[in-house]
Nanobody, 122 residues
Framework: QVQLVESGGGSVQSGGSLRLSCVVA?????MAWFRQTPGKGREGVAA???????SAADSVKGRFTISQDNPKNTVYLQMNSLKPEDAAMYYC???????????????????WGQGTQVTVSS
């Protein structure tokens, strides 16, 4: 079984930065970050696979960076130039499968963390 534990959320002002962490217990090939606000579905933010290939949503390109530290079994999401519309619950997700296109669809990921809240004030 795979377990994912997120941390690093918090409250920042617009333009600020945060780094989210996701500690992974168990095997995954592809990891991703999603976010969700009340009343909306989960939105894919960025993905990375075991080979280090990455993808990101257009809304965060140039501001957010996904990375991983394999010896530490940790995936990170560095978020810079945060905007109020980035405020959400952020979830780490994992899959045991290889994806050619590194998808940002929630249905492609079987394993989920509990989430960490990010608040951005204007």
């Amino acid at each position: 079984q795979v377990q994912l534990v997120e941390s690093g959320g918090g409250s920042v002002q617009s333009g600020g930065s945060l780094r989210l962490s996701c500690v992974v217990a168990g095997y995954t090939y592809t990891m991703a970050w999603f976010r969700q606000t009340p009343g909306k579905g989960r939105e894919g933010v960025a993905a990375i696979d075991i080979r280090g290939r990455t993808s990101a949503a257009d809304s965060v390109k140039g501001r957010f960076t996904i990375s991983q530290d394999n010896p530490k079994n940790t995936v990170y999401l560095q978020m810079n130039s945060l905007k109020p519309e980035d405020a959400a619950m952020y979830y780490c997700a994992g899959s045991r499968f290889y994806f050619r296109d590194l998808p940002l669809r929630p249905t492609d990921y079987a394993y989920w963390g509990q989430g960490t809240q990010v608040t951005v004030s204007s």
